[in-house]
């Protein structure tokens, strides 16, 4: 076995064959280094390899390392899957991984390969990827001597009339032999006899035919049947040999044998002939006249002829060969008919007809996926090669010259490497914008008319992490009545992520805080998978009003993206503050505050002022005055909105001079709350006159202190036997066990739905008045200072306001505002 490289890199060329082992290591050590070198300067490679091996090797004999031969690492062999691409060497040979020998797969028969050619050899391709190469594989089958010669008959009849003069020749049938060159027929020889010699005849394809001599004139009567062996022999070591029975017949007369006019015919044809078509018309002429000049046409029983004798048929009368079946180049490419003219006499001459079958385009390309890598991450960089595609066409010439493209417009090229094409990626690639690709690849010959074929590819995009969360908003703002309950959901944050899977999986947190607020944590939390943001406190107002804090929404990719955005909370404020009374002062020690009226005062004349303040804000805080009425009020007059108290009328001598009136003070939320103050009116016009009133008053309140007292003696003791009766109510109920109580998820809808019409701007000390109202106040004398607060209203996330979609319209509020200031009147209030 011998092997030779041809190499190409650029204009650099190499090439061993048959030297010796030491220049064969040397050069082969220079060649790796030369290839591993260019190989990091090409992406793609091409080179050929030459190996040269005998016919007939053993199944699973090894040619030679292939590995070795590339320059290829052992250890790579698997990772850069070195194989056979080539369908029809498959069954010829194979690679294994281990050591990178190339082996037989079975033997190999050169005959049944490739017949009497002059050449004969195996090419296939060997890649490798990672990077990719392709690598040409040449291995040329040489001839051994495993055919012996042979005749296709066991017995060959020859006819000699018995005058035939001493010299004349008769051609005899060739021995066959598969094998070629030295290999195949050499020489013929004759058993001994006196009437006959054998001479050979070379032919112009130079093959050699037996001619039988006659040596001597022959007669019938003496021996009618000469029985010869008729001997083949090869050139081979060792020499082979076939016979066969050569029985000479002598018969009379008939002394012309048929004459062709050519020893040797060649016709070419296409493919696609029709079939009944004329190939070739023979003509044999003889010079004998009558039943020995009519000749006859067959073809001549041989081992090709019976291969071909569907194909083609022969009138034994004109010697017309027409087609008699369909022709496949891609299966024959030529056919060889040893054709028969024998006269009435029996003599015979012989010919060949070679038919050259044409290729016509009848064979569409064949595509075929090598290598395809998909999914492909969408930040792959162009000139990623993505697939390897095998083009291969079974007609040959133009026919075979194939030429791919790619329908769609794609971001994709498609390059050409000998038979194979690349699918390059040729710019960037978005999954946000495509998921996949449908590439319909089109291969079309140069035939005439040219053929195609298609392959559909589908090439996914993978996801990578190149979007970051984003909000639907800049801002988002929420309302919170405060006195909520702690652990209420408050607002929903969402954000969303063109990425997919971990990529769009996004993790909430509360970055930071803008308000000066010392551990934020202690008032909100946030559900890091869905958004929702949690009160963990009970808010005030009165201490807090807003709350801006940055939360922060990240994917949960490599390495992770993340935004951020602003949520502005304002706390709504809630009519939880009575009105607090500032004058007359609250700290009496239980006694009435007194004023003192002129006697001569005018009608509307003022006495004093109740002074009040409220802490909530809003419509909330607004204050209303009333008397509460006793008898004899009518003497005096309060201002609803400023509780000035004056007088409504001159005093006459038959009046009380002592009033006692109840003020109270009223704010205008919802439940509204109150307080109330008592002022003891005293009408006179020095002190000496309010003394013995003062007296008369403070044996009142005695009086009033002593009931007081007994009172309070009463309700201490039912409320002390109230609280027995409980205490053993519940200690019977306490010895029977009970199931624990069921209790409801907590909800977090925590707050009745809230008008936002209502809302104020939030502005310390004043009132604004954005909106129209209408005030009622009850004057019920048995209406109490307290209102309780129903708190079994929920409000649901849904339902907290967001500042950013209300709508209520500007062409509902006017833009007006009152400022109050704690401690001093409120001006009066106009109202639509």
């Keep these: 076995m011998t092997k030779s490289y041809w190499i190409s890199y650029g204009m650099l060329f190499l090439k061993m064959d048959k030297m ?5 290591v040397c050069t082969g050590m220079r060649w790796q280094v030369i290839y591993i070198l260019y ?7 091409y080179a050929q390899i030459h190996y040269s091996i005998a016919e007939e090797m053993r199944k699973d004999s090894v040619i030679a390392n292939i590995a070795d031969d590339l320059g290829l690492d052992m250890k790579q062999l698997s990772s850069r899957k070195l194989r056979i691409v080539s369908k029809a060497a498959e069954k010829y040979f194979y690679v294994k991984l281990e050591n990178g020998n190339l082996h037989t797969r079975d033997r190999i028969d050169r005959e049944t390969l490739c017949g009497r050619a002059a050449s004969c050899s195996i090419t296939f391709d060997a890649v490798v990827e990672n990077p990719l190469n392709i690598f040409k594989i040449k291995v040329d089958l040489q001839d051994i001597n495993d055919n012996a010669p042979h005749f296709f008959n066991d017995k060959i009849a020859l006819e000699i009339i018995e005058f035939t003069l001493p010299g004349a020749r008769f051609a005899l049938q060739s021995a066959e032999d598969p094998d070629i060159g030295s290999n195949s027929v050499q020489t013929y020889k004759l058993s001994d006899n006196q009437y006959f010699t054998l001479t050979e005849n070379i032919r112009t394809d130079g093959s050699k035919h037996p001619e039988l001599v006659l040596e001597k004139p022959l007669d019938r009567e003496i021996q009618d049947i000469h029985e010869l062996i008729l001997t083949a022999l090869d050139g081979g070591n060792p020499i082979r040999s076939g016979t066969t029975l050569l029985k000479v017949i002598v018969i009379d007369g008939n002394d012309n044998a048929p004459v062709f006019t050519q020893d040797m015919y060649k016709v070419s044809l296409k493919e696609n002939s029709p079939v ?8 044999a002429t003889d010079n004998d006249e009558g039943i020995n000049a009519q000749i006859t046409y067959s073809f001549i029983k041989t081992s090709l002829n019976i291969h071909h004798a569907g194909i083609f048929s022969i009138n034994k009368t004109t010697g017309e060969i027409k087609i008699n079946g369909n022709m496949d180049f891609e299966e024959t490419k030529d056919y060889e008919m040893s054709v028969q003219a024998k006269d009435g006499g029996g003599l015979v001459a012989h010919c060949k007809v070679l038919v050259d079958v044409l290729d016509v385009n009848d064979n569409a390309p064949e595509i075929s996926i090598t290598s395809l890598s998909s999914p492909i991450p969408e930040d792959s960089a162009p000139g990623t090669i993505i697939a390897l595609i095998e083009v291969h066409d079974q007609d040959s010439g133009d026919n075979a010259d194939i030429h791919c493209q790619i329908l769609e417009d794609v971001p994709f090229n498609l390059l050409s490497l000998e038979n194979y094409y690349k ?5 960037a690639v978005d999954r946000e914008k495509t998921f996949f690709f449908n590439i319909t690849i089109i291969a079309t010959d140069r035939g005439s008319p040219p053929l195609s074929n298609t392959q559909f590819l589908r090439l996914d995009i993978s996801d990578i992490n190149d979007n970051p969360p984003i909000f639907s908003k800049s801002a988002y703002v929420a309302y919170v009545p405060e006195n909520n309950l702690p652990g209420a959901s408050i607002f929903i944050i969402k954000a969303s992520d063109s990425d997919t899977g971990e990529n769009a999986k996004i993790i909430y947190s509360i970055a930071s805080t803008i308000t000066e607020t010392p551990s934020i944590a202690s008032y909100f939390s946030i559900n890091i998978e869905t958004g929702v943001l949690y009160a963990q406190r009970s808010f005030d107002y ?12 990240s994917d949960n990719g490599s390495p992770s993206l993340s935004s951020n955005v602003t949520l502005f909370i304002h706390i709504v404020d809630q009519n939880d503050n009575a009105p607090k009374i500032l004058y007359p002062s609250p700290d009496t020690g239980g006694s009435v505050a007194f004023e003192m009226v002129p006697f001569v005062s005018e009608p509307g004349s003022l006495i004093t002022k109740v002074v009040a303040v409220d802490a909530d804000s809003g419509h909330s805080s607004w204050l209303s005055y009333h008397f509460i009425p006793v008898s004899d009020q009518n003497h005096f007059v309060i201002s609803e909105y400023t509780g000035e108290i004056r007088t409504s ?10 009033f006692k009136v109840v003020v109270m003070v009223k704010d205008n939320g919802y439940p509204a709350l109150s307080t109330t103050t008592t002022l003891s009116l005293i009408i006179a016009d020095d002190f000496q006159q309010v003394v013995p009133k003062l007296s008369s008053k403070l044996k009142d309140e005695e009086t009033q202190n002593n009931l007081q007292f007994y009172l309070v003696i009463g309700l201490s003791l039912i409320s002390l036997l109230f609280i027995t009766t409980v205490m053993l109510a519940i200690i019977s109920k306490c010895k029977q066990p009970k199931p624990l109580p069921a209790f409801s998820s907590l909800t977090t809808n925590l707050y009745p739905p809230i008008d936002p019409r209502k809302f104020s701007i939030y502005s310390e000390g004043s009132l604004p008045l954005p909106y129209s109202y209408n005030m009622c106040v009850a004057l019920d004398p048995a209406e109490g200072d307290f209102t309780y607060m129903n708190p079994s209203g929920n409000v649901p996330v849904e339902n907290l306001i967001d500042a ?22 409120i001006s009066p209030l106009i109202y639509e």
Excluded at 20 to 24: V, W
Excluded at 423 to 427: A, E, F, S, T
Excluded at 649 to 658: G, S, V
């Design 276 to 283: 009944n078509s004329t190939v070739i018309m023979l003509n």
């Design 20 to 24: 010796e082992p030491s220049i064969q």
């Design 423 to 427: 699918i390059v990626l040729k710019m």
């Design 542 to 553: 009165e201490q807090n009003k807003e709350f801006i804090i940055e939360v922060t929404a």
């Design 804 to 825: 950013d979609n209300t709508e209520v319209g500007t062409e509902t509020v006017k833009e007006a505002s009152l400022s109050t200031e704690q401690g001093q009147s």
């Design 649 to 658: 009328r001159i005093f006459q001598e038959k009046d009380t001079l002592n």
């Design 39 to 45: 190989s990091y300067l090409h992406y793609s490679v």
